[in-house]
């Protein structure tokens, strides 16, 4: 079972990383000015992710491919690595939806 990360940047907001059984990180949040917006938004992708219409599939301008997790309002909750080919991007998001509904929480910003 996977697990999602609360963290804090350097700029004081919170961000969430889910990790993969593996330790891999395969999907990152945007950042969130409050703990509790924070939760909101790891809620909000246990709740997406076995939807699969919920994932937008993308080309960096490098050619590299990548996707975000979206909400049904359409806000971007989570966003994944760069992956070299279409068929990473996919075991990723297969990976997402396999680990996020059941992933415990866990807090490193100690406060």
Do not use: H
């Not at 699969?52 to 993308?58: A, C």
């Amino acid at each position: 079972m996977g697990k999602f990360i609360i963290s804090k940047r350097t700029n004081d907001d919170y961000q969430f990383n889910l990790k993969a059984v593996n330790g891999q990180v395969i999907l990152t949040s945007q950042g969130y000015n409050s703990k509790a917006s924070c939760e909101n938004g790891i809620e909000s992708v246990k709740k997406n992710a076995p939807d699969d219409s919920r994932f937008e599939r993308l080309t960096a301008k490098d050619g590299r491919w990548y996707f975000n997790l979206k909400a049904g309002n359409g806000q971007v909750i989570g966003t994944s690595q760069m992956y070299e080919s279409d068929n990473g991007m996919e075991k990723g998001i297969d990976s997402v939806k396999n680990n996020a509904p059941n992933a415990s929480v866990e807090d490193d910003t100690n406060n």
